[in-house]
């Protein structure tokens, strides 16, 4: 005696060996045996055999017509048994109730089990549904096809005319347009992004990496809705001074300023003006919602993303030949011993009488025409005052930094502008350090550093960036944002406090706020400031920041390292000269691209090589290069070695003097325009180093810095 019986929600056939009680014992067509129980057994029969009644009954199934099937079928709940009456008639044999219950219990659409060998048949509103649904899968199947034919041969579908960068960044994975691409990209051995590129579906590699960024960051979209902007303060007095700003060209959210007064017995009072958009914008206002969203303003090559509407940064940025509302920093300094005798704050309108650009003045305001007094530009006597005073700012930083143990800041001589027209980039170096970049500079940290001493001694909370050893005084510095005052070894100061760029980042605006009301309100400031001590708001404005800013920054860089490939395929370099920085890590001397070369060798620090670029990959952000020959090498002692350890901060972030000079080179770079205001057509604003650790900049040849 043979059985048809289910077993694990499928149905087999076996051979009955002995039945014991309600357990059968069945050895099945393959040779396994198995115990099947009574309940088990749908169909007892003596021929065919097990495996031939399978086999007829797969063949039977598949002629039932399912909708003349569900006709016949009562609407109650049946038996396999009775329907099979109906539909076979006389011929109802074994092998028909097996093709019975595979058939029904295949098309769960017509039929739904109630049990063992019981069914009942699909309402038939329920039933029109299912079909139509089932026929639009079939049609979607279709189309999925032709779409993955399509891509498989390297030609766009229609129906991805509008979807190619939705589906490479925030795709719905279940559409036919996402499994298409998926499964002809798999075909193909190519990522997804690749085959979108050389199909057409996305016009550059630059366009994906913008979108990526798009998509997480800014979702909704990188426009401004209407704001109205809080009207300044009625009693706002009048600065008798005429104020200077040093920019880039391409500079407008113009935060800082400066300004030089004599005074009697050789002193002089210079201001540095920081633009008070804290004077219109208000906690909590759409304004404010707007600028907490962002968070900063997000720099890249050739463009930006602002952190306010350009109606605010327009009201408030120190544009020349008006008033501007302005947080300003008075300090009167000794001319012979370059001392600060006093400072004061006040928030008032300040008379900006030029905008100068580094553009045009960098040529002419150099260290030998400032000692011999030559040149014709703009405020040449001011820059002659602050000249002076900037060194000596700077040589006592130096002295603080020994005392925690650090040497010397480390300057890099060259800084590169990004300017893209198109899809055509311009790099063009900048040579950094000069006396402009060194004024900006200190002046910047000494609003900083004196800001948030007096946020500290009106015990007003702030958002300060610290950076103290962990450890052994000696051992590895960490820089961290904080609410409470502490040393930022790295720059050489008592505290820092980002509080001169407003008009591009959330901090300094949140900072502005507080300054003012310690302006304002002296020693009851702390209980009326907008962020209150211990305030969980503040700490949570400073949890954001640090994540938001470090994933802009990412971005930037990104971008730059894209922009130096463009270039050296655009400019057709098969072969470029870089110098070695450590290992097998090189810099290219003609654009800010550093490059691993695999089986360089072992070579000096400095060494000038001759490379041969191989490939060049935009969408990976990928270069493979080999040497060539070496075109000179420099001599090494250990005085030059000692000179050299600047370097580290670009290839070792974790090491402490590392850390410490990238933090204060870019610290400093913060006040120069090309960090402070805005970069030249996508230079470098972040001046957050110990947020980025330098080895992300460099991958295997030039790869993409991890996110």
């Known amino acids: 005696m043979n059985v048809f019986f289910e077993e694990s929600g499928s149905f087999k056939a076996g051979s009955v060996l002995s039945r014991q009680g309600d357990a059968f014992q069945v050895e099945l067509p393959g040779g396994r045996r198995a115990k099947v129980r009574a309940k088990d057994v749908l169909i007892e029969f003596e021929k065919p055999t097990a495996g031939e009644l399978m086999e007829q009954a797969d063949a039977v199934a598949q002629e039932i017509d399912l909708d003349f099937l569900w006709e016949c079928a009562p609407e109650e709940e049946f038996p396999f048994a ?44 329920q039933l029109k549904m299912a079909l139509a649904s089932l026929e639009r899968k079939r049609q979607q199947a279709l189309v999925q096809q032709s779409y993955e034919e399509e ?25 036919i347009e996402y499994k298409a691409l998926e499964a002809a990209a798999a075909a193909r051995g190519i990522s997804a992004a690749r085959l979108m590129l050389e199909c057409g579906g996305i016009p550059s590699a630059r366009a994906l990496h913008e979108a990526r960024f798009l998509s997480e960051y800014f979702p909704h979209g990188t426009g401004f809705p209407h704001v109205t902007i809080g009207e300044l303060p009625d009693d706002l007095p009048q600065a008798e001074v005429e104020a200077f700003s040093i920019d880039d060209v391409t500079t407008t959210e113009i ?60 009201k408030f940025t120190l544009a020349e030949g008006g008033l501007r509302p302005a947080l300003s920093l008075y300090s009167i300094v000794n001319r012979e011993t370059q001392e600060i005798v006093a400072s004061e704050t006040r928030a008032e309108l300040v008379y ?71 899809e055509h980039v311009s790099i063009t170096p900048r040579r950094r350090g000069s006396p402009l970049d060194t004024i900006v ?60 760029s407003p008009l591009r980042r959330y901090v300094d605006l949140v900072n502005q706020w507080q300054l003012i009301a310690c302006v304002q ?26 994540d938001t800013y470090s994933a802009y920054a990412d971005h930037q860089r990104r971008m730059e390292y894209f922009w130096c490939l463009r270039w050296l395929t655009q400019e057709n370099r ?40 191989m490939s060049v990959d935009e969408l990976t952000i990928e270069a493979s290069v080999r040497p060539l020959h070496v075109l000179d090498a420099p001599t090494v002692t250990s005085g030059a070695e000692e000179e050299d350890e600047g370097d580290e901060e670009i290839i070792d972030a974790a090491d402490a003097s590392a850390e410490s000079e990238a933090e204060a080179q870019a610290e400093a770079d913060t006040a120069t325009n090309a960090a402070d ?30 996110r």
Not at 458 to 484: C, E, L
Request: net charge neutral; glycine share 10%; proline share 6%.
């Open 677 to 706: 205001g805005e970069p030249a057509a996508g230079n470098d604003s972040s001046d957050s180093a110990d947020q980025k650790d330098p080895k992300q900049d460099v991958g295997h040849h030039a790869t993409e810095p991890s």
């Open 151 to 175: 891509l498989k041969a390297g030609r766009l579908p229609d129906g991805f005319q509008s979807k190619a960068l939705g589906l490479l960044t925030r795709p719905d994975k279940n559409a």
């Open 521 to 546: 309100h002296g020693v009851t400031a702390k209980l009326v400031s907008p962020f209150k001590p211990k305030d969980a708001d503040l700490f949570a404005v400073v949890q954001g920041f640090d």
């Open 255 to 314: 935060d800082d300023a400066f300004s030089v007064e004599h005074l009697a017995d050789g002193r002089v009072r210079i201001g540095i003006h920081i633009a008070a958009p804290a004077l219109g914008i208000a906690r909590g206002d759409a304004v404010d919602a707007i600028a907490r969203g962002r968070l900063s303003t997000v720099y890249m090559p050739g463009d930006k993303i602002t952190m306010l509407p350009d109606s605010v940064v327009d």
């Open 352 to 422: 900006v009488k030029n905008n100068l650009r580094h553009n045009t003045l960098d040529e002419l305001v150099t260290e030998e025409a400032l000692a011999n007094g030559t040149g014709d530009y703009p405020h040449k006597e001011d820059i002659a005052v602050l000249w002076p005073f900037a060194q000596s700012l700077f040589e006592k930083r130096q002295v603080a930094r020994a005392g925690y143990g650090l040497k010397r800041e480390v300057q890099r001589n060259t800084d590169f502008n990004f300017y893209v027209e198109g």
């Open 574 to 613: 098969k072969q470029v000269v870089a110098s070695v920085v450590k290992g097998d890590l090189v810099r290219l001397e003609e654009v800010p691209l550093l490059l691993h070369v695999p089986g360089l060798g072992v070579h000096a620090r400095g060494t000038r090589l001759m490379l041969e670029v």
């Open 441 to 500: 500079a200190e002046l910047a940290i000494l609003a900083n550093s004196t800001w948030g001493a007096f946020l500290h001694d009106h015990g007003v909370p702030g958002i300060y960036r610290s950076q103290r050893a962990f450890g052994a005084p000696t051992g590895p510095k960490r820089t961290r944002m904080q609410t409470t005052a502490a040393p930022h070894e790295g720059l050489g100061v008592a505290q820092y406090a980002w509080s001169t």
């Open 82 to 125: 009775t329907l099979g009456a109906e539909y076979f008639g006389d011929s109802f044999g074994p092998v028909e109730r097996a093709a019975l219950i595979l058939r029904m219990h295949g098309s769960p659409v017509y039929f739904r089990r109630k049990g063992r060998g019981q069914y009942q048949r699909a309402p038939e509103e």
